[in-house]
């Protein structure tokens, strides 16, 4: 019952947990000293199965890769084992600021301080920088849907960058909201943007 949210589960690691995603059974987060993996097939009974020394902003990718942006690097993980995450590659990122983090289909995007970085990671062994983006902000959250690039940038707001030649992207939108854009989600033709002080928004995006 979406009005009445009830606590169900937790899992205590005695620290920070500062993202997650999920790929049902299993929750990905990134937390104090690292990647922690966790079976979540009984949501009443978390259990931790799995572990990575490092772990950053995280993105789920094809075929169990799990993408990890920290600081100067993108670690591209195999966790088809959940119990035993394996290095792929640690890919050194042209911006090493760039966290905020994305990937959809065979393309990586990164984001942060003024940068858009887009990787082409068809051979997620050898990950390679294809194309570049000034954007107007520092941003805290990328995401990718279709050709576009939906980014949120703090006080600057929302910006959206064209990114069907990934090799050229350019600007193809901007919403200027009225409080910090620190999160975005994409769904049937509207834009849910965390602003903030600004509240929740809800932009219509067009199909």
């Known amino acids: 019952n979406p009005n009445n949210p009830v606590l169900v589960g937790k899992y205590n690691i005695n620290g920070y947990c500062t993202d997650i995603v999920t790929d049902q059974p299993y929750a990905y987060t990134a937390a104090t000293g690292g990647l922690r993996i966790f079976d979540v097939s009984v949501p009443s009974m978390p259990s931790l199965i799995g572990t990575y ?3 950053g902003r995280l993105a789920l990718g094809a075929n169990r890769y799990l993408y990890a942006s920290e600081y100067k690097f993108l670690n591209i993980l195999d966790v088809s084992d959940p119990t035993s995450p394996g290095e792929v590659c640690r890919y050194e990122k042209v911006h090493p600021l ?4 994305d990937v959809s289909g065979t393309y990586c995007c990164l984001a942060g ?7 082409d990671v068809s051979n997620t062994a050898s990950p390679a920088t294809i194309g570049e983006y000034e954007t107007e902000a520092d941003a805290s959250d990328v995401l990718v849907s279709g050709s576009l690039v939906y980014i949120a940038g ?11 030649d990934p ?7 901007t919403y200027d909201t009225s ?16 602003d903030g002080d600004g509240g929740l928004l809800i932009l219509s995006i067009g199909p």
Request: glycine share 12%.
């Open 154 to 164: 703090g006080e600057d707001g929302l910006e959206v960058v064209d990114i069907s």
């Open 98 to 101: 760039a966290y905020a983090i």
């Open 53 to 55: 020394a490092s772990a």
């Open 113 to 119: 301080r003024g940068k858009l970085e887009i990787l």
């Open 167 to 173: 090799t050229w992207p350019i600007q193809v939108g």
């Open 179 to 194: 409080g910090q854009a620190t999160a975005i989600v994409v769904s049937n033709g509207y834009a849910y943007v965390a």
